[in-house]
């Protein structure tokens, strides 16, 4: 079973930035697209952003366009997600996830793991 592993999460005052990555452990992640989740308490899983296989498309939730930018580095099985000017309201426990086509298309095919958790605040 596919199963990724996130990192990089933490505690950062608003404005701040962080970077989480996601790895693989026992597969390549280049032939996936890779999606960025966030659940905060109370709420439902969200999509924040997703990268296609190949790297070259690329999809971000409204809350998050221009401020989050998502990568990967096949060579290192990674993918990233920097987080910049962050907002109390980005506080959650962030997950990746690898599935088949960004957007409508996307079915996802990895299982969710603890994901990093993310808090925003003063």
């Known amino acids: 079973q596919l199963q990724l592993v996130e990192s990089g999460g933490g505690l950062v005052q608003p404005g701040g930035s962080l970077r989480l990555s996601c790895a693989a452990s026992?597969?390549?992640?280049?032939?996936?697209?890779i999606g960025w989740f966030r659940q905060a308490p109370g709420k439902e899983r969200e999509e924040v952003s997703c990268i296609s296989a190949a790297g070259s498309g690329t999809n971000y939730a409204d809350s998050v366009k221009g401020r989050f930018t998502v990568s990967r580095d096949n060579a290192k099985n990674t993918v990233y997600l920097r987080m910049n000017t962050l907002k109390l309201e980005d506080t959650a426990n962030y997950y990746c996830?690898?599935?088949?086509?960004?957007?409508?298309?996307?079915?996802?095919?990895?299982?969710w793991g603890q994901g990093t958790q993310v808090t925003v605040s003063s």
């Open positions: 996830a690898a599935g088949g086509l960004c957007g409508s298309g996307w079915f996802q095919l990895s299982s």
């Open positions: 026992g597969f390549s992640l280049e032939h996936y697209a």
